[in-house]
């Protein structure tokens, strides 16, 4: 089989290196990849952007792409699988109309509430002078969402009714995320542990993959800015076997029927961002595309073949399947550039990037080649990944490697995986 993957992350680069160990893949391409898909084996760089929806699709039709799979969100929310259907090409991932489940938080925040799924109550805003008289009188903490993609970046938990002001004039006066901010959702502060649990669905049947936990801010002790993931762990201890059925059964099975009743047909990746607290579950945000960087430690535990199941999904033949696990933890460390979540610089030679084996494996998230030289790319850079019988050795594993990258103005969190310890 010829496989297109849309993207060029973390995510995208763990996509392909599992895919390529398929004995049904032939060959990847990339678009646009960076400098570690450039490297795997079957695998090879396309010059065009995620978002260029028509060179993407004529490079399906003359390369004869049997199968696509878009890595992140924005292709999705702009039609892109509306695009290749309609083209008589096969791929994985949610409609135009199923994207907006990260497409617009509104969107998403009406399906829960129609759907009764658990969720923090909410008040939706378009014009900032209401949004500011709710801010005087709301319980304090507050969390305040961008309505539209932010790239991660459009979620700001505020500490004090200054901050909650601040923020708000940043998302929808000052525009600092754009458009993303035209409308804006205000929500209650939910206290608990995170988790993230992601599944595949193939329009009928849905499978959940392994369980995961992702740290969104920035620094040591979960403190600073949000960010699109300093780093994270699978499985999680907090997902026992009980606690997935009720997941699946009280969170993703109704979302997915609330969808349906909408005549809303939900193919690919679905990630919930949840709050558990107590063994109580509430749905924090839903993402229409597997998640990043929890993609990198899955991968590394999945046995079954990745690209059967994801011919599967996009066939509609998903049905009786099972995934097979690798009983062990992977722990996966994002390195980022000096500056991130804000502005950062790029073009730093990076160095120490070792010969990976079976329980080690860098995955590139924002680096490019030059000549034989990888260089820093974005604002997160790498995510290390290690393998090991229990959390504490996948992560003496991931940050051993770590520990032996550099370039200039790179940094990570030095407690992945330690939540509970």
């Not at 709301?138 to 459009?154: F, R």
């Not at 066939?315 to 500056?339: H, N, P, T």
């Not at 990258?405 to 969190?413: L, M, T």
């Amino acid at each position: 089989m010829r496989v297109l993957v849309i993207g060029s992350g973390g995510r995208e680069h763990a996509l392909v290196w599992k895919l390529a160990q398929s004995s049904l893949c032939e060959k990847v391409f990339v678009a646009p990849g960076n400098a570690g898909t450039a490297d795997e084996p079957k695998t090879e760089n396309v010059d065009l952007s995620a978002e260029d929806l028509d060179g993407l699709l004529d490079f399906a039709k003359n390369k004869e792409i049997d199968l696509t799979i878009v890595g992140p969100e924005a292709p999705l929310v702009l039609g892109l699988i509306d695009l290749f259907e309609k083209n008589n090409l096969l791929c994985l991932g949610p409609n135009k109309l199923a994207a907006q489940m990260e497409g617009s938080k509104i969107f998403m925040k009406d399906v829960l509430k129609k759907g009764n799924i658990p969720t923090a109550t909410y008040e939706v805003f378009s014009d900032p002078e209401p949004a500011r008289e709710y801010l005087k009188t709301c319980d304090i903490p507050i969390v305040l969402k961008a309505d539209g993609l932010a790239g991660g970046k459009g979620v700001i938990v505020a500490f004090s009714r200054e901050e909650a002001l601040e923020a708000l004039n940043s998302l929808m006066v000052d525009q600092k995320l754009g458009s993303a901010g035209d409308n804006l959702v205000i929500e209650e502060f939910l206290k608990g542990e995170e988790a993230s649990f992601i599944v595949l669905c193939d329009g009928e049947s849905v499978i959940p993959l392994a369980s995961s936990q992702d740290h969104k801010q920035r620094d040591d002790g979960d403190k600073g800015p949000n960010t699109g993931g300093m780093g994270a762990y699978s499985p999680t201890p907090l997902i026992t076997e009980e606690l997935n059925e009720e997941i699946m059964n009280e969170i993703i099975l109704p979302t997915l029927a609330e969808l349906k009743r909408r005549n809303i047909e939900y193919k690919g990746f679905l990630y919930a961002g949840l709050m558990i607290d107590d063994q109580k579950i509430k749905v924090l945000e839903y993402n229409c595309r597997f998640g990043d960087p929890e993609t990198q430690p899955i991968l590394m535990r999945m046995k079954s073949d990745f690209l059967d199941l994801c011919l599967k999904a996009a066939k509609q033949e998903l049905k009786g399947e099972q995934i097979e696990w690798d009983e062990r933890f992977a722990l996966g460390v994002v390195m980022a550039s000096k500056g991130y979540p804000e502005k950062y610089e790029t073009g730093f030679p990076i160095l120490g990037i070792k010969e990976e084996n079976e329980t080690s494996k860098v995955f590139h998230c924002g680096t490019k080649k030059e000549e034989e030289e990888i260089l820093s790319n974005g604002g997160r850079v790498l995510c290390v990944t290690g393998l090991g019988n229990d959390l504490d050795t996948a992560f003496e594993k991931a940050y051993e490697t770590t520990s032996k990258i550099s370039w200039s103005g790179a940094f990570y969190r030095k407690d992945i995986g330690k939540r509970n310890q």
